[in-house]
Protein backbone atom coordinates (compact mmCIF):
# COMPACT_ATOMS: atom_id res chain seq x y z
CA UNK A 1 0.00 0.00 0.00
CA UNK A 2 1.24 3.67 -0.82
CA UNK A 3 1.19 6.57 1.09
CA UNK A 4 0.98 10.17 0.19
CA UNK A 5 4.22 11.78 1.05
CA UNK A 6 2.61 13.54 4.14
CA UNK A 7 0.93 10.74 5.77
CA UNK A 8 4.42 8.38 5.31
CA UNK A 9 6.42 11.45 7.11
CA UNK A 10 3.39 11.35 10.06
CA UNK A 11 4.01 7.31 10.01
CA UNK A 12 8.56 8.02 10.22
CA UNK A 13 7.55 10.72 13.00
CA UNK A 14 5.23 8.25 15.23
CA UNK A 15 7.96 5.62 14.99
CA UNK A 16 10.79 7.90 15.57
CA UNK A 17 8.97 9.13 18.97
CA UNK A 18 8.21 5.67 20.10
CA UNK A 19 11.74 4.73 19.68
CA UNK A 20 12.77 7.82 21.59
CA UNK A 21 10.33 7.02 24.45
CA UNK A 22 11.46 3.12 24.51
CA UNK A 23 14.99 4.34 24.78
CA UNK A 24 14.12 6.75 27.65
CA UNK A 25 12.39 4.05 29.47
CA UNK A 26 15.09 1.70 29.37
CA UNK A 27 17.72 1.36 32.04
CA UNK A 28 20.84 2.13 30.32
CA UNK A 29 23.66 -0.11 31.60
CA UNK A 30 26.75 1.28 33.25
CA UNK A 31 30.01 0.01 33.17
CA UNK A 32 31.99 -1.40 36.28
CA UNK A 33 34.32 1.01 37.02
CA UNK A 34 38.23 -0.61 38.22
CA UNK A 35 39.10 0.59 41.55
CA UNK A 36 41.49 0.41 44.39
CA UNK A 37 40.53 -0.86 47.57
CA UNK A 38 40.82 1.51 50.29
CA UNK A 39 43.98 -0.88 51.38
CA UNK A 40 45.19 -0.78 48.32
CA UNK A 41 44.81 3.01 47.62
CA UNK A 42 46.93 3.75 51.25
CA UNK A 43 49.86 1.14 50.09
CA UNK A 44 50.46 3.14 46.60
CA UNK A 45 50.26 6.40 48.59
CA UNK A 46 52.65 5.34 51.67
CA UNK A 47 54.73 4.12 48.15
CA UNK A 48 55.01 7.64 47.03
CA UNK A 49 56.15 8.61 50.45
CA UNK A 50 58.79 6.03 50.36
CA UNK A 51 60.11 6.89 47.26
CA UNK A 52 59.47 10.93 47.62
CA UNK A 53 57.34 11.71 45.07
CA UNK A 54 54.08 12.00 47.10
CA UNK A 55 53.26 15.90 47.32
CA UNK A 56 50.35 17.57 49.68
CA UNK A 57 47.72 19.66 48.29
CA UNK A 58 49.38 22.76 48.07
CA UNK A 59 52.33 20.87 45.73
CA UNK A 60 55.00 20.51 47.88
CA UNK A 61 56.56 17.35 48.59
CA UNK A 62 55.77 15.70 51.81
CA UNK A 63 58.42 14.82 54.29
CA UNK A 64 56.52 14.13 57.53
CA UNK A 65 55.18 10.55 57.85
CA UNK A 66 52.13 11.79 59.91
CA UNK A 67 51.60 13.78 56.99
CA UNK A 68 51.89 11.07 54.50
CA UNK A 69 49.33 8.85 56.63
CA UNK A 70 46.72 11.11 56.63
CA UNK A 71 47.16 12.04 52.87
CA UNK A 72 46.69 7.99 52.63
CA UNK A 73 43.34 7.58 54.67
CA UNK A 74 41.58 10.99 53.26
CA UNK A 75 42.31 9.39 49.62
CA UNK A 76 41.48 6.13 50.93
CA UNK A 77 37.99 7.31 52.05
CA UNK A 78 39.05 6.23 55.70
CA UNK A 79 40.08 9.52 57.42
CA UNK A 80 36.96 10.23 59.09
CA UNK A 81 36.93 6.20 60.39
CA UNK A 82 40.65 6.82 61.50
CA UNK A 83 41.08 5.62 65.53
CA UNK A 84 44.32 6.44 67.82
CA UNK A 85 45.44 3.68 69.87
Not at 44 to 72: K, P, W
Amino acid sequence: MKFSRAIQRLVDQADAELVRSRARRTPQRRLKVWTLSPEEKVHYVMREFQRGVLRSGAGHIVTSREQAIAIALAEAGLARRRRRY
